[in-house]
């Protein structure tokens, strides 16, 4: 079981830096976040850790739609910037882990 983790400042600035070079692996379109999505981000955020979502569509609520997204995947919202939103989830295992934070 994951538990979602407090960032700080600085954590958060480590894990932007590592994600300028991500490119967006989950995509909010004309559906909103559905189970699909959230199927689709835990994968990710299992084999990746770190993550970009791109929202399409429902630019308006993307704050409170990646929020919600982060709690039900047990992840941490690093930032949203534009129309893109970044999540961390730390992996599982101790020597899966890609990112130092």
Do not use: W
Request: hydrophobic letters at 40%; aromatic letters at 6%.
């Amino acid at each position: 079981m994951y538990y979602m983790i407090e960032l700080t400042s600085r954590q958060r600035k480590t894990l932007e830096k590592y994600a300028q070079s991500l490119s967006p692996v989950v995509m909010i379109g004309q559906n909103g976040v559905t189970t699909a999505v959230e199927n689709m981000t835990d994968k990710s955020l299992a084999s990746h850790e770190l993550i970009k979502i791109k929202f399409l569509e429902f630019k308006d609520n993307k704050c409170d739609l990646t929020t919600g997204l982060a709690e039900k995947c047990n992840a941490a919202l690093v930032r949203v910037i534009g129309n893109i939103a970044i999540l961390y989830r730390e992996a599982e295992k101790k020597e899966n882990r890609k990112y130092k934070i």
